[in-house]
């Protein structure tokens, strides 16, 4: 399944995703991809939110940077 299709609906269903695995980025540690939400997915870029963050925490990512993500299952 495309990548973009997949987060589409991890973010129509609601579910917190365990982790986002990404390349490396020249920022030791960053993205920290733990335990977040889908915000929006566009044709490019991912925006993710912490579910520990009160909305201030948003972090776009493009697509083609995510190498993996760990989300429980979910019923489309």
């Given at each position: 399944?495309p990548l973009q299709l997949l987060l589409l609906?991890?973010?129509?269903?609601?579910?917190?995703?365990?982790?986002?695995?990404?390349?490396?980025?020249?920022?030791?540690?960053?993205?920290?991809?733990?335990?977040?939400?889908?915000?929006?997915?566009?044709?490019?870029?991912?925006?993710?939110?912490?579910?520990?963050?009160?909305?201030?925490?948003?972090?776009?990512?493009?697509?083609?940077?995510?190498?993996?993500?760990?989300?429980?299952?979910?019923?489309?």
């Amino acid at each position: 399944m495309p990548l973009q299709l997949l987060l589409l609906q991890i973010q129509a269903a609601g579910v917190t995703i365990n982790e986002v695995f990404t390349l490396p980025t020249n920022m030791p540690g960053e993205p920290d991809l733990t335990g977040v939400r889908v915000l929006e997915v566009t044709g490019e870029t991912v925006t993710f939110a912490r579910v520990d963050s009160l909305g201030g925490n948003r972090i776009i990512v493009p697509l083609d940077k995510i190498v993996a993500v760990d989300y429980p299952p979910f019923t489309q």
